[in-house]
């Protein structure tokens, strides 16, 4: 028997149909550990080409390293039919998606897209929001709604900023607060969005020329591993801010404080070369074991070293995530040691 919600001629199902690295696991108790529906908007200007579902599968899963996209369902403001925005349909609600850390077993993920600090709800976006969780509640699928930073750990998330609670009663945009002010946009500033990581700045500023290691080079207080949305890094004068010195580059690679091995190193792997990647990890602060001895640095390639190296991969070669040492994660370990002064 189908859920009401799976009923709404605005529905689209897309299951299965978007890009994917594996799939989400089940939710320990099926459809009946929803407890909350959590409210997001993809923060992604509605007019940007970038604001569609097939590119937030590729950032979800390319970038990330996620299994699938984050959300269970997205509201397409930009594609309207009869008067409603279109809903799709992405991962099954059986299964726990990523979109809200250690809640995602008990939430439900649903996206508006937009970047509702600045974009406005209109009516048909509205409508489908209402016909969406009214059906979910004729379903009985989760007793609460959330938005994402009412959700514990995510007070500093600008997700959403509309107000769900609003959108649930009101019939016409016209009743809604008209939109806010743009942030004012300081020259030369990037304001840190939701998902960003150095490497997808880079890559959408790359016509430029800019590099994941100028933006460290120009940003020497900001940990890559820890951006937050809202937080503001220096970018309009961070091209070339990362210029290896020539006499660097002439330095034969046993002057290195942390000369780097050559090959490919993954599990099982045994020995000095072991050792040295872990010594450079350790030195960028990717700890094999943080509270082991040698912080983990024991010429054994186990899961620790593994570990590490899937974190380190996630910030600085995102498309290459596979906890395996080659060539691609050589060069940009190399770099980091640089930026870092060794
Ligand atoms: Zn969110």
Known sequence: ???????????????????????YGKRKNGIASITTRVWHHSLT???AGGSKIESFADFHVRTNGWPEIAYHLIIDPKHVVNGKATIYY??????????VGNSNTISLGICVIGDYRTDQLDTPTLKSIQDLHAALIKDGIGKYDKAHNEMPGYSWKDCCVYSYQKAFK??????????????EEVPGLYTIQEGDTFWSIALKEKKDGLTVEDLIAANPDVKPTELKVGQTIKLGAAKNNYRPMPEMSKKPESAYQYPLPSGVLKKGTRGDSV???????????????KNAKNQGVDG??????????RRFQMVYVPYQVDGVYGPNTKEK?????????Y
């Not at 189908?2 to 978007?18: N, S, T």
């Not at 992405?90 to 979109?99: A, E, G, L, P, T």
């Open 1 to 23: 028997m189908a859920y009401a919600f799976e009923k709404l001629p605005q529905l689209v199902d897309k299951r299965g149909k978007l890009v994917h690295n594996g799939w």
């Open 45 to 47: 200007k509605l007019s």
């Open 90 to 99: 992405c991962v099954d609600i059986s299964k726990r998606s990523y979109h």
């Open 170 to 183: 009101e019939t016409s945009a016209d009743n809604l607060p008209v939109k806010g002010t743009e942030p």
């Open 275 to 289: 050792s040295q990647l872990q010594k450079a990890l350790a030195a960028v602060h990717f700890y094999p074991n």
């Open 300 to 309: 054994i390639f186990g899961i620790d070293t593994e570990n590490a190296l």
């Open 333 to 341: 370990l190399q770099a980091v040691l640089k930026s870092k002064g």
